[in-house]
């Protein structure tokens, strides 16, 4: 995902909000020991930078589906794992496997997928790529989050979906939208997270308010209470191509299809895509007070979507 460090500030408007986008109720309580556990785990040398098809990659998702099963997830389908074919990238690499559970909400007829790739891009001239923040950060973030929603049921049904392959050009996000096991019509918006670890200006963005501006007011309330900055940005070309982030990480696939998203993540930062890029790098109180951000929008969209988010048909 290359990109170049930008600084937006939106300030704050006059808006008419939904009732749910004004709630001030405490934070989402968020597993914190947990998941730096899991996220410290996914970034460690022993899972050689999780590369797609790769034996760090068969690691990663054994410890995401013991998480799962651990929180009380159940998969979407006969099985957490869907394979999908990959074919003229690498040869070596066959097959990428995403990892996709599911929660009943009160409300089956809509569903919010909230996603994170798991994958990085392995070894390298024998340095280990850990991929702490790109994508480890991510991943650890969406089991907290599921386990949080877990205690707390939705009022629609979510989708948590671990996406493999995204370093090699979004498969596993491409693979799930083109033969969907919702189907498309049902899938009322994607909430992507990538890069959401190093706030080393104590600073998260949120793309996705330029093209479906409907999320601005439940973004900004989410802002007004967050523990850390959220900034809204790289959503257009204004700045450039190079600073929109619409099809830089997995919400691409959903945006391809016409699927309203919301996207998480940090602007670059040193260690982007380097060997560096490791756990230790990270602010821990940061980290987990972006995570119990985003956890705050996703129960603000799920309480709001009928009345926010338009029906989606075919």
């Known amino acids: 995902m290359p990109r170049r460090p930008l600084l937006i500030l939106i300030a704050c408007v006059a808006i008419v909000r939904p009732v749910a986008a004004q709630r001030t109720e405490p934070l ?59 074919a003229g990238r690498d040869s070596s690499v066959r097959e990428g496997i995403n990892v996709l559970a599911y929660l009943p909400g009160a409300d089956t007829s809509r569903v919010l997928v909230v996603s994170a ?13 850990n991929g702490a923040d790109d994508n480890a950060s991510g991943t650890a973030a969406l089991l907290a989050i599921a386990a949080s929603f877990v205690a707390h049921p939705p009022r629609h049904s979510i989708v948590f979906a671990f996406f493999d392959g995204e370093e090699m050009g979004l498969l596993g996000a491409r693979a799930f939208v083109g033969a ?7 899938i009322a918006a994607n909430v992507n997270l990538d890069m959401i670890a190093r706030l080393d200006k104590n600073e998260l963005y949120a793309a996705g308010a ?15 209470q967050a523990p850390v900055t ?54 821990p109180g940061r980290y987990i007070g972006a995570v119990r951000t985003i956890a705050d929008f996703v129960r603000r969209l799920d309480a709001s979507l009928d009345a926010v988010v338009p029906p989606r048909t075919r």
């Open 180 to 186: 969907p096991s919702v189907p498309l019509e049902r």
């Open 28 to 86: 989402p309580a968020i597993d914190s020991a947990a998941m730096w556990g899991a996220f410290t785990a996914l970034a460690a040398d022993s899972m050689e930078g999780r590369r797609t098809g790769a034996r760090g990659g068969t690691a990663a998702r054994a410890l995401l589906i013991r998480r799962l099963e651990q929180a009380g997830l159940r998969p979407l389908g006969a099985s957490f794992e869907h394979r999908f074919p990959v």
């Open 230 to 283: 959220l900034r809204l940005g790289h959503d257009t070309d204004e700045k450039g191509p190079g600073e929109n982030w619409t099809r830089q990480s997995d919400q691409g696939a959903f945006h391809a299809q016409g699927i309203p998203w919301v996207y998480f993540g940090v602007e670059d930062h040193p260690d982007y895509h380097r060997a560096t890029d490791d756990a230790d790098k990270v602010n």
């Open 210 to 224: 330029a093209p479906w501006p409907f999320f601005r007011p439940l973004l900004e309330a989410t802002a007004m």
């Open 117 to 129: 790739h798991y994958d990085h891009v392995g070894v390298r001239s024998g340095a280990i790529y």
